[in-house]
């Protein structure tokens, strides 16, 4: 028997095995290792009274404490649901909308528009609007051919989790 199972007898005498390997999530850590630092990221939000606060306005009848809403912000990255690069045209004032969305909150939304080459032609952080789910970037540079250009996308809650979405122009 490998290292990776384990041996289930019953009562009738056969043995069934079943898998115990974890494979590694996101950032390299088991499933097991990323509830455990999420209840260390729990402990910390339960420790800190501002923090904890913010948290405990996002409770309801399944998440009945900060601590269980700290919890599950740290497991669930936050969701790109639409990035709308159709007013970019190069120009300065031009603008990308993304709409995006986190189980507590967006920290930040990030656009990175680069040269078919990887030299960055602009980067910074996107504005959230009054809906709290549109984040709206306006291009500060000028920018003379789109073509093969890469828009890079970067969304992140407070816990640190990130998500990226990319098009190439």
Known sequence: MSDNTASLPNQDGLVFRQNTHN???RNGLTPRQRVQQAAFYGHDVRNDPERRAAYGQHTDEILRSPYSVAVADYLNAPNITNVDFSNYHGRVGDDILVQASDDFAIHHVHVLIQNPDGSTVEEGNAVAESDGTT???VATA???SLAGDKITVTT???PGNETT???VL
Do not use: V
């Open 23 to 25: 494979p590694p999530l």
């Open 135 to 137: 984040f709206r970037y």
């Open 142 to 144: 000028h920018n003379d």
């Open 156 to 158: 992140a809650d407070y």
């Open 165 to 167: 979405k990319q098009e």
